[in-house]
């Protein structure tokens, strides 16, 4: 049990550093893109890693808590598999070519925030990435 009231806490500032890195322009969010351009993190795991991780973890916790037969087993069960769904959905998302959804893309939201988009929300010819830059 004292490691699913751990892990609550660390998981909600894994979700915490992810919102703040997608949405925000504020210091935390500033250092968390830093961390991530410092550690090389592909642009998959930034948007859709991070978020499963700290999603799984969370739930997760709840598990343990539950473990000590606070909740049903039906709810047990539930927990469970939405975990594993989590983890299933991001891993197969990690490595499929689908591409990541623009509400989740810390590069879009940032280009967003900043009025880097045309009137479509593609990238401006001037602030375009090129290919040996991804």
């Given at each position: 049990m004292?490691?699913?009231?751990?892990?609550?806490?660390f998981s909600l500032a894994i979700l915490a550093m992810w919102y703040c890195e997608t949405y925000t322009d504020s210091?935390?969010?500033?250092?968390?893109?830093?961390?991530?351009?410092?550690?090389?993190?592909?642009?998959?795991?930034?948007?859709i890693g991070t978020l499963a991780t700290g999603s799984a973890f969370l739930v997760g916790s709840f598990v343990t808590i539950g473990n000590d037969g606070r909740f049903p087993q039906f709810v047990q069960?539930?927990?469970?598999?939405?975990t594993l769904a989590i983890f299933i959905i991001g891993v197969v998302w990690y490595f499929s070519p689908i591409p990541v959804p623009r509400w989740i893309d810390p590069r879009y939201q940032y280009m967003k925030r900043h009025r880097m988009l045309d009137e479509n929300g593609d990238p401006l010819p001037q602030f375009e990435l090129s290919e040996e830059e991804d």
């Open positions: 004292i490691w699913g009231i751990i892990g609550i806490p210091q935390f969010g500033q250092n968390a893109r830093f961390i991530s351009s410092a550690t090389r993190m592909n642009d998959k795991y930034q948007s069960l539930t927990l469970i598999a939405i």
